[in-house]
């Protein structure tokens, strides 16, 4: 299911928002951010979803947000620079 800024989902067993989407030849790239007050040793993630199959691709969970955002645009700007 694809998500929009904002949206609440369970990703790695931690409730974290969308902080961004990117879309990128019909794979959606989701940054993430843990809901503040949640109990989680993960401080964000990135969710890949191909949107024609509807299903996720990868996911990645990460330390803290700074380290997901670091990932996140690192591999959309390598994306982006492809096509």
């Given at each position: 299911?694809?998500?929009n800024?904002g949206?609440i989902?369970r990703?790695?067993?931690?409730?974290?928002?969308?902080r961004e989407?990117?879309?990128i030849?019909?794979v959606d790239?989701?940054?993430?951010?843990?809901?503040?007050?949640?109990d989680?040793k993960?401080?964000?993630?990135?969710?890949?979803?191909d949107?024609d199959?509807?299903k996720?691709?990868m996911?990645v969970?990460?330390?803290?947000?700074?380290?997901?955002?670091?990932?996140?645009?690192?591999?959309?700007?390598?994306?982006?620079e492809?096509e």
């Open positions: 299911m694809r998500m800024e949206d989902q990703v790695v067993g931690t409730a974290m928002v969308v989407v990117r879309s030849d019909n790239y989701e940054l993430y951010g843990a809901v503040r007050g949640e989680s993960y401080g964000g993630g990135i969710r890949v979803l949107v199959s509807d996720v691709v996911v969970a990460c330390a803290t947000f700074a380290a997901a955002l670091a990932k996140f645009n690192d591999a959309t700007a390598i994306l982006t492809a």
